[in-house]
């Protein structure tokens, strides 16, 4: 399975023997084909997804309802993206991330659900962290699941004020920064 070079960050022979290890399905496993720009538009989606976590801290931060609101559809859009050009061996968990992402998006539009609606892209994003995790060692990945768990408790069982909330999201803004860093330092996967 060729990996494409499409960065410029050096790796060392062992990382590239994981990676290999990692692009290579186990026996009976058919992949379907993954395009290097399909890996550009899974990275961009992330990024964009981070960025849309920032603007809900901030949104939160400031008590402002216009600017969370453009947080939680920007980070729907992005992760419903990122969900679809996830790149997992088994298609069940594909599908099942597909599944949360797209059902997350559509509730993204009803205010009384905006709750579920996290709930639902938080979980598949923390699925999508802790594979990332398994295949590459992000230590980022180790915390987002725990950490999304926090922030789901802290949203369902208590109200904080504003700048604790504003934090909290913040918090998992720069963990979902830390590991979408490490990820565009890798060569870009393709299948064929």
Aim: include cysteine; proline fraction near 6%.
């Amino acid at each position: 399975m060729p990996l494409s070079h499409g960065t410029s960050m050096k790796n060392t022979k062992r990382s590239q023997e994981t990676l290999v290890q990692h692009l290579t399905p186990p026996p009976g496993i058919r992949m379907p084909r993954y395009p290097a720009h399909l890996d550009r538009v899974y990275r961009g989606a992330m990024a964009g997804f981070t960025g849309f976590l920032g603007v809900t801290a901030v949104g939160t931060g400031f008590s402002s309802p216009m600017i969370m609101d453009l947080g939680h559809w920007g980070a729907a859009a992005s992760l419903l993206v990122a969900g679809w050009t996830f790149l997992v061996w088994l298609s069940s968990w594909r599908w099942f991330v597909r599944g949360l992402v797209l059902t997350g998006f559509l509730l993204a539009g009803w205010p009384a659900l905006a709750l579920v609606s996290w709930g639902l892209l938080l979980g598949a994003s923390a699925i999508m962290a802790a594979k990332e995790t398994h295949c590459f060692h992000f230590k980022a990945g180790k915390i987002i699941p725990w950490y999304t768990l926090f922030l789901g408790g802290l949203l369902l069982f208590t109200a904080p004020p504003a700048i604790e909330g504003g934090f909290a999201w913040l918090g998992l803004t720069g963990l979902w920064t830390w590991l979408v860093l490490g990820r565009l330092q890798l060569p870009l996967f393709v299948i064929d």
